[in-house]
């Protein structure tokens, strides 16, 4: 049993699509509960584990045990900064502990004079008298208002990374562009260094470097004045229910702005955009360092800059959309009938790193897991799965090794788990209709982080599997066609051999 859906052609309105829908709904071509094997989800990385991971100068000398641990299990609370140090490109893997000290010094400074720089031309640019709070230096949320004043615990940090109501009244000819702020490290031994003899003037050297390097930006000020605006709209509403980033005039609002506004303003062709502020929030939750968070963030940021982007975003989409169909086709036409098939809805998973669908330290979790980049089409496990497949295929076939190779798909493990998330809530997107009940199908979700990441698994292994059965099946279409020709062409032959 079927009915039929008539709906205006989506490239010409003069034309009508048909639609065959079944009454009752087809299951996925990759069930769920096929017996696909899958790793064993493992406890947290732990500190002993991590170290092992590393010789005797600090260097990180197994960078693939350390990305497959972090994709089994995640990594412990407790050490997890010093794991994303490394996870997001703040520290080369061989780096000596030596060195990465040296390093973290020169990213105070430079992050410093990226400070004073956009913060100096914004005062330029504002007319005399402007105060704080006009020139862009400052926002509202960030005051601390009297009632506040020896109520907190950090009272003395907010005081000093926040401005009072008096403060905000300052103009701009009391503004001068402030010394080095060892305050932005949260790593006391590293500030004791910078005092030693031996290191001064090392620390000269790199203030010079950066005061160059901060000189040769360009900033332009109107386009930055735009993007601040937007910040101070999403900044006081990023992760507000956690503790970390609870409460008025909490100092962590100001390194929260203050990170977004210097990366911005010295990445022209990306700007600022919804959603970098829920990202740089896990950075400053984990890193406790506004410095750290900054360069992880700016790291992170341009490996993922196309998602930020239109024609990315829409791409990836896309390639959900893809896997969708291969795996799930009746859902995906499901979507098409209703006029949901762009699958915008899954924007925000992508983007986010479905941030919003699990708890907030699930979450954390989640992040580190995709960005471990362990499990991925053309990783070494992706790689074993298909010659494991193909070994199958070849004794199945009788020893027939000849295969022809598929278009390479761009499914990255984010896919695969977007993917899981629609078929793990199938049941309930089948019976929406229009965008307003599948996002509050989505919005109510409540999910299991280690049963939709085995479920990812599993369907990412399962594809692998069939992608080796296509391709063994072209092989064998190819073959009948080879063996059509060379029949044709005896006959023919023997034709002209008679005439």
Known sequence: MSFIVQRPCSEDASYETI???????????????????????????????????????GRLVNENGLRKAIFLGGVHPSIRKEVWQFLFGLYPYTSTKREREELLIDYMIKYHELKNRWKTILVLDSRPGATLLDQGLFARYQIVEKSQVNTDEDTEDNMKRNPSVADIEETSSKFAPRPLDLSLLDQIDVVEKIHTPDMEQKVEFMKLQAQVFVQRQKIDVQELRSHIRVIDKDVPRTDRDEIYFKGSGNPRLTELREVLITFCAYNPELGYAQGMNDILSRFLYVMGSEVESFWCFKSYMEKIKDDFMEEGMVKKIDLVKMLLGEIDPYLLKHFEVHELGNLFFCHRWLLLGFKREFSFQDSLRCFEILSSHHLELSSIEAETAVRREEMKEFANSGGDTRTIPLQPKEYTFEVFMCVALLIECREELIKCNDIGMVFTCINNLKMDLDNILCLSERLFFTYCKKTVEDSFHMVDEHDGHIHENRTFSQKLIEKLKKI
């Open 19 to 57: 639609d065959i829908i079944p009454v009752e709904p087809t299951p996925p071509k990759l069930d769920k509960t096929q017996s696909t094997p899958v790793s064993n989800r493992t406890s947290q990385l732990t500190h002993e584990q991590f170290q092992s991971f590393l010789d005797e100068d």
